[in-house]
């Protein structure tokens, strides 16, 4: 009879969290909005628009315009600031993948990795939502959150609950990886059972729980995955 070892067993809501945490990092974080007279230019980025330099050619676009001066200066102090929103988005990034693969096996570690990174960009990077914003008569400028940075939040907020529902309730979100394990004979104990008994010790052979048949050297059942405990098995005719 074949036999089948757990590999490994993953959260189902974990996984769905780690997935959202991932295209959260493609999805928009920040919002440039610039209102001139009655033209609105507007755009968003990603995180990972501050490497590409999609983020800085905008905003000199925006100068050759060109707008009223105090805003030329906000724009200008931004773009010199860029550097530093890059590096620190870097840091978020790389925390958020990290936290995106450990929340499909551990959802408190994975989503705390997470919340880390998104509270270094949240208070590293304040300024950048608040410090930017101008309003002027017939002329406005104002960097935004976007949608892609709150349910990053939420995403890491899935991944940290994720854990209590394996614990409360591991049958309906618990995902079991199983690997064929060495099929063989069951192998009874060479010395013969007490007399008038016809009774054999066989160490974890029969699953307690959905009745499988397992080899005596495993751990867990073969078809449901329940922890294997001793117990008694009538002779083989």
């Not at 295209?23 to 501050?50: C, H, K, M, N, Q």
């Not at 906000?74 to 530093?84: A, H, K």
Request: charged share 10%.
């Amino acid at each position: 009879m074949g036999e089948r070892e757990r590999l490994v067993t993953l959260n189902l809501v974990g996984i769905i969290a780690g997935v959202i945490i991932l295209v959260t990092i493609f999805s928009p974080w920040i919002g440039v909005v610039y209102i001139a007279g009655l033209t609105t230019y507007s755009r968003e980025f990603s995180s990972l628009d501050f490497f590409t330099g999609s983020f800085s050619s905008y905003l000199t676009e925006l100068l050759r315009i060109p707008p009223p001066p105090q805003i030329v200066g906000v724009i200008t102090s931004l773009l010199d600031r860029v550097p530093i929103y890059t590096s620190l988005a870097l840091v978020t990034i790389v925390l958020l993948i990290a936290s995106a693969v450990i929340t499909f096996f551990h959802g408190f570690i994975g989503g705390g990795i997470g919340l880390i990174g998104l509270l270094i960009y949240t208070f590293l990077e304040s300024d950048l939502y608040t410090g930017y914003n101008v309003i002027m008569p017939g002329n406005a400028f104002t960097v935004t959150i976007g949608a892609g940075f709150i349910v990053s939040w939420i995403a890491v907020a899935l991944a940290l609950i994720s854990q209590l529902f394996r614990l409360k309730a591991p049958h309906l979100v618990s995902i079991t990886v199983w690997r064929r394990g060495i099929r063989g004979p069951i192998i009874l104990p060479p010395s013969p059972p007490a007399e008038g008994t016809g009774i054999y010790e066989i160490t974890m052979t029969r699953c307690p729980k959905c009745g499988a048949e397992n080899s005596p050297s495993a751990k867990f059942c073969r078809n449901c995955g329940t922890s294997l405990t001793p117990e008694t098995i009538p002779k083989p005719s």
